[in-house]
Each structure stands twice: as structure tokens, then as C-alpha cells.
């Protein structure tokens, strides 16, 4: 139909897992795919509707593969499309950025710098590190001290710089290539998130046929 031959009538696709877009914006398939086809084809691929986004649509919108294969079955009829990969793409709208303010940039600051300060002494109450200390000191020097200084000072830089190295950032820049504990607990949130949303999103799908 479209001058493809015998030899090329297979288009790969491999759908992405979460792409961002715009409100009112128009998704293609070269958006949310990966594409692997003749070279013919390619250009009228990529410029296939998906969907519309529109205001009912709210900030997630679920494409599943088999949608994307009507479409593409639609315009090409005697092609085989392989899909590989994820059977859902996410697509997340997001509304123009709206600036923080100062006064609640530094209410968050200040509330998570005091939250943390005392988070951590209300740890080392508990485990009576001062006295720990104070033994120590009182071990390695033979003099007895209730604050000791020496170990406390170095002890307290240290606990910050411990701090540094596991979030392995320094304000906005990294300190190596290798993701911190925090972020791989971020990237594995991200997935159940993502799990959750494509099996609600059909469960709702499925509750919507039944009804009607």
C-alpha cells in the first residue's frame, strides 16, 4: 500500500517508559517509541497521533502498546509490528513551573535543618554518646573530662562529612558517577509508582468497558 516491499514489512517499536509533555500538547509516536523500520516508513511513523492531551486527561495519561499497534496497522495494513520492551508508556503532563518564594524556601530550609539537627541528637542521647566520649577520653589520656573536646569537634566534622559522601552531593554537584543510596530508594519508588499507575489505569479501563 505504501510501496513497501516483501523483505521490509516489519517495524520494531519499543515504547519508553515515562516521557513529560506539555498541556493541550499533541503526542506522537516518535514521542513515546523507539522505532526501528525501513527508511520509507520512518518519516510517516513518527508523525502518527497518539493522542491528544486535554484538561480531562489530569497529569497522567497511560498509552498502552496495543494502541499504538492499531494505529500503525491502521495507516500500514500489510506490515508485522514487533513491540519490545515496556507494554505502557507514561505520560506525565506538567503545568509551567511556578516559582518558591523566599519566605517558603527558607520556612522549608529551616525546618529540615532544625528536624535533622534534632533527629540526630535525639539519637546520640540515646545511645549516650557524650559519655561514650567522655570514657574514651578518659582511656587514652588518663584525665577525666565531661566534654571532651578532642573527640567531639572531630567527631561532629566527621558525622557531616559522612553525611556528604553518602548523598554523594555537594549542593548541586556530584562527587562521582555512582547513584547514592538515596537516589537508587528514589529510582525504586519511581518504578512501584509507575507499576501502580498502569495497573490502576487498566483496572479503571476494564471497570469503564464492563460498564458500559
Do not use: C
Request: charged share 25%; proline share 5%.
Amino acid at each position: 500500500m505504501w510501496g513497501v516491499n516483501v523483505l521490509e514489512k516489519t517495524i520494531y517499536i519499543r515504547m519508553r517508559n515515562r516521557v513529560l509533555t506539555k498541556p493541550r500538547e499533541k503526542v506522537y509516536l516518535m514521542d513515546i517509541a523507539q522505532i526501528i523500520a525501513p527508511e520509507s516508513t520512518i518519516p510517516d511513523l513518527k508523525k502518527i497521533m497518539i493522542h491528544q492531551v486535554t484538561p480531562e486527561d489530569k497529569n497522567i495519561i497511560i498509552i498502552d502498546v496495543m494502541k499504538v499497534i492499531r494505529f500503525i496497522t491502521d495507516m500500514f495494513e500489510e506490515v508485522e509490528v514487533q513491540s519490545i520492551g515496556p507494554a505502557q508508556t507514561i505520560i506525565e503532563v506538567i503545568n509551567k513551573n511556578k516559582q518558591m518564594s523566599y519566605p517558603f524556601f527558607l520556612l522549608i530550609w529551616f525546618l529540615l535543618f532544625f528536624g535533622s539537627a534534632m533527629a540526630i541528637m535525639n539519637f546520640h542521647d540515646d545511645v549516650s554518646m557524650q559519655s561514650v566520649q567522655a570514657k574514651l577520653y578518659t582511656i587514652i589520656t588518663g584525665m577525666k573530662d565531661s566534654k571532651p573536646w578532642l573527640f567531639q569537634i572531630p567527631y561532629s566534622i566527621g558525622l557531616g562529612l559522612g553525611m556528604v559522601l553518602f548523598f554523594n552531593h555537594v549542593f548541586e554537584k556530584r562527587i562521582n558517577e555512582e547513584p547514592s543510596p538515596l537516589e537508587v530508594e528514589m529510582f525504586n519508588y519511581q518504578l512501584d509508582l509507575d507499576n501502580y499507575v498502569i495497573i490502576h489505569e487498566n483496572k479503571e479501563s476494564l471497570k469503564r468497558v464492563n460498564d458500559d
